[in-house]
T-cell receptor, first 110, second 113 residues
Framework: RKEVEQDPGPFNVPEGATVAFNCTYS??????FFWYRQDCRKEPKLLMS???SGNEDGRFTAQLNRASQYISLLIRDSKLSDSATYLC???????????FGAGTQVVVTP | EAGVTQFPSHSVIEKGQTVTLRCDPI?????LYWYRRVMGKEIKFLLH????????ESGMPNNRFLAERTGGTYSTLKVQPAELEDSGVYFC???????????FGPGTRLTVL
């Protein structure tokens, strides 16, 4: 079983719509959680950290459910520029080793 | 502030040859990481340096891979001899502390023929 599992998509989203997707992680010892964004043939870039109480950054909202071991990302008012692969990433804080999901592809269409 | 840089951006070599990848972390970042993404798979951790010391090399696939970080600045990752399954994108990342945000370099795309 993979450490971090994501629906690969693609999620085809009309511009202006809302899209949400989850990832699950298998190790209950995981301490830190992130969403990274990766554009085609580029490096991953941190989109946002995910906090226990849930957090929002502009149009992006992240939630963490430790009991069920899943993380979610919601994108409101989707823009064409939101088209990318979203990587769910977990970390055991004391180790620095990031564990990546395979990514969820989002395609925002005009 | 300059980001993480990697060299080369692309490398095409034949099976059995040697390749050395280089990573220059963000200045002041003691923590340096190597990751790899092979075709169709997720990005996987290879190893973690704290300054010049290997903190965790649990992700290194086998002894054909050798990572060094002499002087605690830039790092190299040597593959010798390269095999077909080594093809992929090799990312380097750096952070000030292990719990801090990791910033990724643009990656080196390695193709072994």
């Amino acid at each position: 079983r993979k450490e971090v599992e994501q629906d690969p998509g693609p999620f085809n989203v009309p511009e202006g719509a809302t899209v949400a997707f989850n990832c699950t992680y298998s190790n209950s010892a995981s301490q830190s959680f992130f969403w990274y964004r990766q554009d085609c043939r580029k490096e991953p870039k941190l989109l946002m950290s995910v906090y226990s109480s849930g957090n929002e950054d502009g149009r992006f909202t992240a939630q963490l459910n430790r009991a069920s071991q899943y993380i979610s990302l919601l994108i409101r008012d989707s823009k064409l520029s939101d088209s990318a692969t979203y990587l769910c990433v977990v970390n055991r804080v004391s180790w620095g080793k990031l564990q990546f999901g395979a990514g969820t592809q989002v395609v925002v269409t005009p | 502030e300059a980001g993480v840089t990697q060299f080369p951006s692309h490398s095409v070599i034949e099976k059995g040859q040697t390749v050395t990848l280089r990573c220059d972390p963000i200045s002041g970042h003691d923590n340096l990481y190597w990751y790899r993404r092979v075709m169709g798979k997720e990005i996987k951790f290879l190893l973690h340096f704290v300054k010049e010391s290997k903190q965790d090399e649990s992700g290194m696939p086998n002894n054909r891979f050798l990572a060094e970080r002499t002087g605690g600045t830039y790092s190299t990752l040597k593959v010798q001899p390269a095999e077909l399954e080594d093809s992929g994108v090799y990312f380097c990342a750096s952070s000030r502390a292990p719990q801090d945000t990791q910033y990724f370099g643009p990656g080196t795309r390695l193709t072994v023929l």
